[in-house]
C-alpha cells in the first residue's frame, strides 16, 4: 500500500493536477458557451438537448473507441482542441453545441480513463479530478450571463491546457498502464443490475430534486458560492472516504445523511450538506 501511493504521489502527481485543472477549463468553457452565445437563440432549447446527448449519451460508444485505442491523452486533447474550435461557431450555434458536446465527451473519457489507470483502483485521485468541474460550470455560467468577460481567452486557455496535458504525458516516458480490455462479462448479474438501477434512481432523485426544490437564498451574498464549494468537497471527500472505508459504506452513510437534510430545504447551512454528502 505504501509502495503504491508513493509511486502515484511522487511520478504521476502532475499528471493529475494537469487534468483536475484542464477539467475545470473546460466545464467553465462550455457554461460560458452555451449561457454567452447559445441560451436565448430560438432554437436554444434544441441546442441544449443536443449538447447533452453529444457530451453525456455518446460517452458510452466513444468510451469503447477510447478503451481501444489506448490513447487517453490523445483524446483528452481533442477534447480540449474541439472546445475551443467550438467557439469559432458561435454563430451557427447547432454546428458549435454539436462540436463543443463531442469535445467535452471526448475529454471527460480520456482524462477520467488516465486518471483510474495511475491512480491504480483508488478513488481519492478520481475525486480530486472530477471536482474543479463544478467550479468550471458555476463561474462559467455567471460569467456567461455578463458581458465583461472576454470570450477570446477561453481558447488559447485551451490549447495551452492540451500542451499540458502532452507535457505531463511525455514525462513518464510511456510508463503509463494499458486500459482494461472492453468487455460485457457479468453484467448480466444480480448484484451487477441492482447496482445499476440504485445507481439510475439516485441519479434521476437528484434531478427531479434540483428541479423541485427552490433555494432563493442562493442568490443571497455568497450562499451560491458556498453552495458549488460544498458540491467540490463532497467530491474530493467522497473519494478519499470511499478508500478509507469502502465505497458501500461510503454511499450509504452519505445518501442516508443527504436525504435526511434535504427536507430542510430553507435553511442554508443545513441545505448545504446534502451536496456536499451526496456527490
Known amino acids: 500500500m505504501k509502495r503504491t501511493v508513493g509511486n502515484f504521489m511522487y511520478k504521476r502527481w502532475h499528471v493529475l493536477l494537469a487534468y483536475s485543472f484542464t477539467h475545470f477549463l473546460v466545464d467553465f468553457a462550455c457554461a460560458f458557451l452555451m449561457f454567452r452565445s447559445i441560451a436565448g437563440t430560438p432554437n436554444g432549447y434544441l441546442c441544449v438537448l443536443l ?28 477534447g480540449c482542441v474541439l472546445v475551443a474550435a467550438a467557439y469559432g461557431l458561435i454563430y451557427t450555434p447547432v454546428a458549435a453545441v454539436f462540436v463543443i458536446g463531442i469535445g467535452n465527451a471526448l475529454f471527460h473519457l480520456g482524462g477520467g480513463i488516465d486518471v483510474l489507470n495511475i491512480s491504480e483502483k483508488k ?19 455567471m460569467l456567461g ?12 486557455a485551451l490549447i495551452a491546457a492540451a500542451l499540458l496535458i502532452l507535457a505531463s504525458h511525455k514525462s513518464q516516458r510511456g510508463t503509463y498502464p494499458k486500459n482494461a480490455a472492453f468487455s460485457l462479462a457479468g453484467m448480466d448479474s444480480r448484484r451487477i443490475l441492482i447496482a445499476a438501477a440504485c445507481l439510475f434512481l439516485v441519479v434521476c432523485l437528484r434531478s427531479y430534486v434540483g428541479l ?53 430545504p430553507q435553511i442554508p447551512l443545513w441545505a448545504l450538506q446534502p451536496y456536499c454528502y451526496s456527490t
Open 51 to 78: 449538447y447533452n446527448f453529444c457530451a453525456f449519451a455518446l460517452q458510452m460508444p466513444l468510451g469503447i473507441l477510447a478503451d481501444k485505442l489506448n490513447r487517453n491523452f490523445l483524446i483528452a486533447i481533442s
Open 212 to 264: 423541485a426544490l427552490n433555494f432563493p437564498w442562493k442568490s443571497i451574498g455568497y450562499w451560491g458560492t458556498a453552495l458549488t464549494c460544498a458540491v467540490v468537497s463532497g467530491k474530493i471527500l467522497g473519494g478519499f472516504a470511499a478508500d478509507s472505508f469502502g465505497v458501500i459504506k461510503t454511499s450509504l452513510f452519505s445518501l442516508g445523511i443527504a436525504a435526511l437534510l434535504f427536507l430542510f
Open 145 to 156: 450571463r455578463g458581458s465583461s468577460f472576454s470570450a477570446i481567452f477561453i481558447p488559447l
Open 123 to 141: 478513488s481519492g485521485a478520481l475525486g480530486i479530478f472530477v471536482s474543479p468541474g463544478a467550479f468550471g460550470i458555476y463561474f462559467g455560467a
